[in-house]
């Protein structure tokens, strides 16, 4: 989280993914960081327990998201 925060402050377009227990935590490590409205993705958790082909799947789903939010110009 923290290096999409850093990146997006050098105005580089950067999206973080996280495992959702950790949401509340990522809006606060943004705010801190002052940048309250960074916007990242979350998915669900665990990822530790998931086959490679489960991760790659969940991976392939995220794919247009991230583009999404990158060609949004709507970042942190």
């Known amino acids: 989280m923290l290096d999409g925060i850093l990146l ?3 105005g580089i377009p950067a999206v ?4 959702e227990p950790f949401d ?4 606060e490590m943004a705010a801190s960081w002052s940048l309250p409205h960074y916007r990242y993705l979350k ?7 998931l086959s490679e ?8 789903a995220l794919v247009q998201p991230v ?5 949004s110009g ?3």
């Open 8 to 10: 997006e402050r050098a």
């Open 16 to 19: 973080s993914i996280i495992t």
């Open 24 to 27: 509340e935590t990522g809006k």
């Open 43 to 49: 998915m669900p958790h665990p990822i530790a327990n």
């Open 53 to 60: 082909a489960e991760l790659n799947q969940a991976a392939d």
């Open 67 to 71: 583009l999404d939010l990158l060609t």
């Open 74 to 76: 709507q970042g942190g």
